[in-house]
């Protein structure tokens, strides 16, 4: 049986490399999360190494900001379909409505094309 110090470490390392793996597949540095949590960058920096445990507040405050489900950041391995899939939403967020309407109507031509060579 792990013992509850086990645990929590075991927990912090697992979290920890799910914030940096999602952080990374958006292509954000720590800085840039850290600017959008709120928090300096040394905070995001702990966090990442496992070396602490974000509160719940926090926790949720990630998940968001990573658009991801807090549960996604806590499990043992990713359900998230594809890591580009999460790029392009990042990339896009920022843009106007108009702007991301457009950026996606050209992906989607850009795929029925593709298909269609394929």
Known sequence: ???SASARKLLAKRL???IADRRKSIGWTQDQLAERLGVDTETVSRFERGV???SLVTLDNLARVLRARTADLLSE???EPTDQAVRIS????S???RDREFVV????????QLR???
């Open 1 to 3: 049986m792990v013992d």
């Open 16 to 18: 920890g490399k799910r």
């Open 52 to 54: 602490t445990v974000p």
């Open 77 to 79: 391995s990713s359900v």
């Open 90 to 93: 990042a990339w896009i967020a």
């Open 95 to 97: 843009l106007a409505s």
């Open 105 to 112: 109507d050209h992906i989607e031509r850009l795929c029925d």
């Open 116 to 118: 269609k060579r394929g």
